[in-house]
């Protein structure tokens, strides 16, 4: 079935380090896939999407390029700062179930 | 802004006793959503729903139930709870079906003893 496999955590980085995450995808066809962050506390939000092949996703710093030949979604940012300090959900839309399908989560901790 | 609100941050329950959970969105969406999320597994879909009255199970619908007599208003149901649905439950809804955004609630943290 659809699936999304994410790199685990948790991931410390010190201020100003480059952040990469992890998230390939299984699916049929090619499904829209999603970045959500989970802030203590809080629910999840939308952080960034893409809908095609070679469609990169952008806000706040953070990219992810959806790549159909390494069927790859990777959440990258060039400086993170201990407020980027969350929980990060790489998610896919199955048209087949007609829902999202996520990943379980990659625990980010930033230190000034 | 989207709105996605739960009747509770916190909850504690006892074993056995019948539980609710509420969500209310103020935007108009069609879909409403019940996930679970536990340290490790991430969040796994109990049930939603894509329009009034209607329902359909998810990954792990046992143990619950669902109601959604209104657009707005979509509740979860733990009919006897048990200490292995102690979670932090999270409501979610979105504008329609398809690959959109789905609007999360703060979560409500349930604790069964």
């Known amino acids: 079935g659809d699936s999304v496999t994410q790199m685990e955590g948790p991931v410390t980085l010190s201020e100003e380090a480059f952040l990469t995450i992890n998230c390939t995808y299984t699916a049929t066809g090619y499904p829209s896939l999603f970045w959500y962050v989970q802030y203590p506390g809080e629910g999840l939000q939308l952080l960034l999407k893409a809908t095609k092949a070679d469609d990169k996703g952008s806000n706040k710093g953070f990219e992810a390029t959806y790549r159909k030949e390494t069927t790859s979604f990777h959440l990258e940012k060039g400086s993170v700062q201990v407020s980027d300090s969350a929980v990060y959900f790489c998610a896919g839309w199955s048209s087949t179930l007609g829902r999202l399908y996520f990943g379980r989560g990659t625990q980010l901790t930033v230190w000034p | 802004d989207v709105k996605v609100t739960q009747s509770s941050r916190y909850l504690v329950k006892r074993t056995g006793e019948k539980v609710f959970l509420e969500c209310v969105q103020d935007m108009d969406h069609e879909n409403m959503f019940w996930y679970r999320q536990d340290p490790g597994l991430g969040l796994r879909l109990i049930y939603f729903s894509y329009d009034v009255k209607m329902k359909e199970k998810g990954d792990i619908p046992e143990g619950y139930s669902v109601s959604r007599e209104k657009k707005e208003r979509f509740s979860l149901i733990l009919e006897s709870a048990s200490t292995n649905q102690t979670s932090m439950y999270l409501c979610?809804?979105?504008?329609?079906?398809?690959?959109?955004?789905?609007?999360f609630g703060p979560g409500t943290r349930l604790t069964v003893t």
């Open positions: 979610a809804s979105s504008l329609q079906s398809g690959p959109y955004e789905q609007y």
